[in-house]
């Protein structure tokens, strides 16, 4: 018998737990012991293998500090999609949640904007000559 597959939203759920769950520098353990459960229940959650109900769901956002919208796409109200998926991916990757906690350490508009700018040329010179239209679109945005 196969084992049955996590509800893709369970998944994108347990993924916006574990994205806000780092960005705050929480360990699944401390979070755990706030809702009076253990670390591999936040694993699970997290990776969606199991759903997190409504009352507890509630309470993390408690604990997070972030309304209950913040774990739904568009406050619940929008499809998840391939390029949400691909950003959640990346802000949940090591290097994500570092160069987000970096980016927002930054009070300076004009330095945030040269930065943007820096990383915008930098992925345009990485970029192969038949992408130019990509390439414009990255300079340009």
Avoid: C, W
Wanted: glycine share 10%; hydrophobic share 40%.
């Amino acid at each position: 018998m196969k084992a049955k597959s996590p509800n893709s939203i369970d998944v994108y759920v347990g993924n916006r737990v574990r994205v806000r769950r780092k960005t705050l520098g929480m360990t699944q353990n401390g979070l755990a012991e706030l809702l009076g459960i253990t670390f591999q229940q936040i694993q699970k959650y997290e990776k969606g293998t199991n759903r997190i109900g409504a009352s507890r769901l509630q309470r993390i956002s408690e604990i997070l500090r972030v309304p209950v919208g913040f774990f739904f796409e568009n406050g619940g109200s929008g499809p998840i999609d391939g390029a949400t998926n691909e950003l959640n991916s990346f802000l949940s990757s090591k290097e994500g949640l570092a160069l987000n906690k970096a980016f927002i350490a930054i009070e300076d508009p004009n330095i945030r904007q040269k930065l943007v700018a820096l990383a915008k040329s930098l992925a345009a010179a990485g970029l192969p000559d038949s992408d130019s239209e990509l390439q414009d679109s990255v300079v340009n945005s």
